[in-house]
Structures are given as structure tokens and as C-alpha cells.
């Protein structure tokens, strides 16, 4: 008799889950519950009659880390390979990125001229940023603020403008509350490799490349930044209910979990709305915060941290208009906090995707996100915002920044509440991926493992308490790491100091491709 795995959550990670677990060689029985009638989560999309396309949550998907890889193999095993939309990196929506600062718009500098020379709204060349990281100091704070970290390493006017705006466009937060070493792990890293953020992401991690799809290889080849599907991004999320139909897993909607228990005979029992089901294993996939309500009363501690974690709401504003042309060709542009808190950037869509534009009359398509970590104090309850509201200040935003004038022919209003966990100070503590020891949260022996962001990670409830530890091995293998560690980081001070000398060494400061495409996962990716 197989196990029975129940999945909690229908968003894109539910599904996923279920999918690799069908997909197995021996697979369980699988029932997926999700609270709401739609699976997918944040893929929605809007197809209307003459064929246009308007996303409502990620323009697209990076193609760049594990997340873009899995998801590019998964695409090719449900048959959607002939749907993939891609832009490459000579395309003009790669290569062009802008920022609105003091009334006007600035592309991001992305060749190597644009470094050498002050560009708007940036008062010196970019160049000095990166001499200022090749020759700063490595940190000794277990974690700092984005803003912090990049104000420390590449100055004042990088971490102000670029990386707060980058910042609002891929965790709709704030980068002064945001945690370095939880948002950008890749920049924390290089950093301590290698004493500059610069060096240690030139000469890379050491780690080797994966396995890969050909379509994974074919975007490393031709450097996409990104890629969409033909039927909109909601079409993988129906493609994964399809698979899962005929393999037996169970999708129940209108399905919410009320309350986890543990059997006496080891098994979970989830009290829903209408009955129990009785599982061998629990996979959640549901916001920190949902989480919390529903987990045992033995598990207090954990739901307490889960209720710690913040979530930012963001209304998205689609726009479609008719007889306009925009004034910049590009991808978008982001907003930094300090000229508008309450519009976080447009997106550009038709330039990106022409192919979503339909069959009608030739449009232009923007998305303006509003809100995130200022939704409140701009917009007031998320819940109880009026769309007329919303839809006005991105007219008057489209109007103001891009120069159209008249009325779009047709906008869509959407409010995702609550919808982005933030990672903020001390967040890698909380989730405790230290494991247990000193400097970090011990386990519960009996609780369900829980990743504070329920979109991106499905970890099984574990069947029974985890082993005791052995003090002494800890204690043995935590001085062989320190020992290592302090050679290593000899090695890596000596190495640093020779590459920072080198001319061959390229410098590219934040706001160029590597900077500004580590780990996007909402808006501009």
C-alpha cells in the first residue's frame, strides 16, 4: 500500500510538488487541498476574445538558477516547448533597463563605456563604485540590510537609487529592512569568498553545472533574460493539472485546512472544512502565515516564528492603448522609494512579449505595480481599497513618466494581498538553516518543517522525531570547519589582493546584468 501524501497549498508550488511526486518511480497517492477554486497561485492571466494576453503575477521567468532551470526541464516534459516565448540577450527588452529619477527616465548603463563616464542619475562613473568594492574591507556582521551592505561596499548614490529601486521591483520592499544574506545570498557569498562582491562573483562559487535540458542549454546559449509561454504563464499551472489528472492525484479545491494534528499511530490527521483526511506525509505550501493558524498546539515556537515573517500586498494594473507609441524601448523601469513610494515601476510588456499583444489593432500593453511595503500608507487597507483608486494613480503614473495622454482601451485591476514574504533581518535565523547548534534555532522534534516562503520550497512533514545529537562529533566537526575556515578565508584575502591588482579583473558595479538579475522572481524577471 503506498503512503499517502497530502499537499496543502494550489499555488504554482502545490502543483509542482504534486508533479514530482506523480512522477516518481514508486509514487504515493497524492492529494493536492487548496482553499480557493484556482490553482496556480500568482500565474494568472487574462486572454481576451481577440487573442491579447495580460499577466496578472510574473511577466515571465529567469532561466538563470535552479528555479529557471527545473522550471524550463518541466516545461519540456509537459509538452509546452513549442510555447515558449524567449528573449534573448542581444533583444532590446535585455539589453534596456531604466530608471525614473528626478522627472525623467535613465537607462541603466549596460556596456562598458556606460562605466567609465558619469551617466544620469548616477553624479560619477560607476567604475569608482567597483574600485570602492575591490579595495573595501570584507564585513563581520552575520547580517546586514541590502541598503547597508551595498552602501558599504559600492557607496551612497548605488545604494539610494539602484538597488533600493531593484529592490521595490523584485520583493516589492523595502532594501533598508531587507536581509542581504536572505535576499541576495549569491552577492553575501561572494563576499565572504572572496572579500569583494566583484571578485568573488567573477571567479564564481566552484560549484559545477547540473544537469541540464536542452532548453535549458539552449537558453544559457543564446542569454535569455527571461521567457514567457504563447497562452501566458497561467498555461504551466494548466499544463500541471493536466499531468496530474491521469496519474491519479486528487485535487481538491474549495478545500481549506482548519487544523494539523498528529495521530497516535504516527500518521497526520487535517481537519478541513467539511471532514479529516489522514495522511502519511504533509507538504505545505501555504503562506507563513496561514501555516502558523493551523499547526499544533505542540508546535507553538515555530508558529510564532512563521508569524514573524511580513508579507507586502501589491495591486497590479494592466493597460492596454491604442495609436501610442512609447518614447523608450525597453523591458521597463523601476521607481526608487524616494521619488514615488506608491508606484513601484511599469513593465513594457508589449516590447517584451509583442506576441501577447493579439490580433487586434497594434497596442501597447503596460503593467504598473503599486504598493508593496508602502500599500498602506498609499493606498490604505488592501482589502478595502477602492480599483477606481488604484486604476487612477497608474494612469496619472503611465501619463506622467511615459508621456501618454490619452484614455487606455482597456485595464484590469488586480490586488494580490499579502502576496510576497520579505525577508528581513535576522531571516536566516529564523528559518533555521543553520540547523540546530549555537547561533541557531533548534528543530522541533515533532513539527512539520516549514519554509517561510510557501512558494518556492516543499518539505515533508517529517514521520517521527528526528535522532538525539551527538554532542561530541558536533563539537569535533564545528572546529575542523572553523580551522578550515580561518585558511580560507588567508587564501582568499591573499587571492583578492592580487586580482584587485590585476587589469584583467572586468569591474561591473550594481545595476549591471549581474547585479540586477540575482534571483528576480516577481517583476522584473
Not at 492571466?45 to 526541464?73: K, M, Q, W, Y
Not at 567604475?127 to 558599504?152: I, Y
Not at 583578492?496 to 591588482?501: D, I, Q, R, Y
Amino acid at each position: 500500500m503506498p503512503p499517502t501524501v497530502a499537499v496543502v497549498g494550489g499555488g504554482i508550488s502545490g502543483l509542482a510538488a504534486c508533479y514530482y511526486l506523480a512522477r516518481g518511480p514508486r509514487p504515493p497517492k497524492v492529494l493536492l487541498l487548496e482553499a480557493s477554486a484556482r490553482l496556480g497561485g500568482w500565474l494568472q492571466s487574462t486572454r481576451t476574445a481577440d487573442g491579447a494576453v495580460f499577466e496578472h503575477g510574473p511577466r515571465g521567468i529567469r532561466p538563470a538558477g535552479v528555479v529557471g532551470t527545473d522550471t524550463l526541464h518541466m516545461v519540456s516534459e509537459l509538452g509546452l516547448e513549442g510555447d515558449v516565448l524567449p528573449v534573448p540577450g542581444d533583444h532590446p527588452a535585455s539589453r534596456n533597463r531604466f530608471l525614473y529619477t528626478g522627472g525623467a527616465l535613465h537607462k541603466l548603463p549596460s556596456s562598458l563605456g556606460g562605466l567609465l563616464r558619469p551617466v544620469p542619475p548616477f553624479s560619477r562613473a560607476l567604475l569608482w563604485s567597483g574600485v570602492r568594492d575591490l579595495l573595501a574591507p570584507a564585513g563581520t556582521q552575520p547580517d546586514e540590510s541590502v541598503h547597508a551592505f551595498v552602501h558599504r561596499r559600492f557607496g551612497q548614490e548605488v545604494a539610494d537609487i539602484a538597488v533600493d529601486s531593484l529592490c521595490r521591483g523584485v520583493f516589492a520592499g523595502d532594501c533598508r529592512v531587507l536581509s542581504i544574506r536572505s535576499c541576495f545570498p549569491a552577492l553575501f557569498e561572494a563576499e565572504r569568498r572572496r572579500r569583494s562582491v566583484l571578485l568573488g562573483l567573477a571567479l564564481g562559487s566552484g560549484k559545477e553545472r547540473g544537469a541540464e535540458s536542452g532548453l535549458s542549454q539552449r537558453a544559457r546559449a543564446e542569454r535569455w533574460s527571461q521567457w514567457s509561454l504563447r497562452g501566458g504563464m497561467e498555461s504551466l499551472a494548466q499544463a500541471l493539472v493536466a499531468f496530474l489528472h491521469p496519474r491519479g492525484v486528487e485535487l481538491r479545491c474549495h478545500a481549506p485546512l482548519r487544523r494539523l494534528h498528529r495521530h497516535p499511530d504516527g500518521r497526520w490527521k487535517l481537519t478541513l472544512a467539511d471532514g479529516t483526511v489522514m495522511a502519511d506525509h504533509v507538504v505545505s505550501a501555504l503562506p507563513a502565515a496561514a501555516l502558523a493558524e493551523v499547526l499544533p498546539a505542540e508546535t507553538e515556537p515555530l508558529a510564532q516564528e512563521l508569524r514573524h515573517i511580513p508579507a507586502v500586498s501589491v495591486a497590479v494594473v494592466n493597460l492596454q492603448y491604442e495609436g501610442v507609441v512609447l518614447p523608450v524601448t525597453g523591458f521597463g523601469h523601476l521607481v526608487p522609494s524616494s521619488e514615488d513610494a506608491s508606484l513601484l515601476g511599469i513593465v513594457y510588456d508589449s516590447v517584451a512579449f509583442p506576441q501577447h499583444d493579439g490580433t487586434g489593432a497594434a497596442s501597447v500593453r503596460l503593467t504598473v505595480m503599486l504598493g508593496g511595503a508602502w500599500f498602506g500608507q498609499s493606498f490604505g487597507d488592501p482589502v478595502a481599497v477602492a480599483p477606481a483608486l488604484l486604476l487612477q494613480r497608474a494612469q496619472v503614473a503611465v501619463r506622467e513618466q511615459l508621456g501618454l495622454e490619452p484614455a487606455p482601451t482597456r485595464s484590469i485591476v488586480k490586488v494580490h494581498q499579502a502576496c510576497i514574504p520579505q525577508y528581513t533581518l535576522g531571516h536566516w535565523q529564523r528559518t533555521g538553516k543553520r540547523g540546530p547548534g549555537p547561533g541557531g534555532p533548534p528543530a522541533p522534534a515533532e513539527a512539520p518543517t516549514a519554509h517561510p516562503h510557501p512558494r518556492r520550497a516543499h518539505q515533508p512533514l517529517p514521520g517521527r522525531a528526528a535522532a538525539a545529537p551527538q554532542p561530541h562529533r558536533g563539537l569535533l566537526r564545528r572546529r575542523l570547519r572553523q580551522r578550515l575556515h580561518r585558511q580560507c578565508q588567508s587564501s582568499c584575502r591573499a587571492a583578492a589582493g592580487a586580482a584587485a591588482l590585476s587589469p584583467s579583473v572586468p569591474a561591473s558595479p550594481p545595476g549591471t546584468q549581474q547585479l540586477h538579475g540575482s534571483r528576480t522572481k516577481c517583476f522584473f524577471n
